[in-house]
């Protein structure tokens, strides 16, 4: 098994900029979970989906962010637009079950 | 509002002897808590896990405690390992869900 697969895993971005970032989950699993990670706050959910449904999206920070998971393989985190505060590690993870299995991150720098 | 505490941003230890990793949290409906590992440029792997209703957990090396009234839950680690040198991130969650509530990390650093 691949393991939750994360595109790109760097990008560089001008402020501004609408930004996306992709995931596939690890096939067979039924929750698909986005988080962010600061050194202030360490890992905060930003949203998840159950059976390709948004449950709770109330980590998402503003407006200016929004998720889709049009298919059991695939959700996208969008950034439109970003600015610097939001750069930041963000991980996708999957899970059925209590266990989230995490993907390797995007490390977004928004200058 | 962080409702998990990881308060040790840092820790070293010499190999071989033991790591004892905290984490606090405040909400008294958390009844589910595990703890992840993290390499640099790697996401997050489940380590150990433990339920409300135990008070320990053990796996090899790693045993979780729990302290219900304290709030408090501790890893150890024996003995420690060069390898064992990675962030240590504590989660928890209510009703046994997979909403998980992460705390900001401990790097853990073993001193060969």
């Known amino acids: 098994d691949a393991g939750v697969i994360q595109s790109p895993r760097h990008e560089v971005t001008e402020m501004g900029q609408e930004v996306t970032l992709r995931c596939k989950p690890i096939?067979?699993?039924?929750?698909l979970f986005w988080y962010r990670q600061t050194m202030m706050r360490g890992l905060e959910l930003l949203i998840y989906?159950?059976?390709?449904?948004?449950?709770?999206d109330s980590g998402m920070p503003e407006d200016r962010f929004s998720a889709k998971m049009p298919n059991a393989s695939f959700s996208t985190l969008k950034i439109q637009p970003s600015e610097p505060r939001d750069s930041a590690v963000y991980f996708c993870?999957?899970?059925?079950?209590?266990?989230?299995?995490f993907g390797p991150g995007t490390r977004l720098t928004v200058l | 509002d962080q409702q998990v505490k990881q308060n040790s941003p840092s820790l070293s230890v010499q190999e071989g002897r033991i790591s004892i990793l905290n984490c606090d949290y405040t909400?008294?409906?958390?009844?589910?808590f595990l703890w992840y590992k993290k390499y640099p440029a790697e996401g997050p792997t489940f380590l150990i896990s433990?339920?409300?209703?135990?008070d320990k957990n053990e796996d090899g090396r790693f045993t979780v405690f729990l302290n219900k009234s304290a709030k408090h839950l501790s890893l150890h680690i024996v003995p420690s390992q060069p390898g064992d040198s990675a962030v240590y991130f504590c989660?928890?969650?209510?009703?046994?869900?997979?909403?998980?509530?992460f705390g900001t990390g401990t790097s853990l650093t073993v001193i060969p």
């Open positions: 989660a928890a969650s209510m009703n046994t869900g997979n909403q998980f509530y």
């Open positions: 989906f159950n059976n390709n449904v948004p449950i709770d």
């Open positions: 909400n008294s409906m958390f009844d589910y």
């Open positions: 096939s067979g699993h039924n929750s």
């Open positions: 433990i339920s409300s209703i135990k």
């Open positions: 993870a999957s899970s059925f079950g209590i266990v989230n299995f």
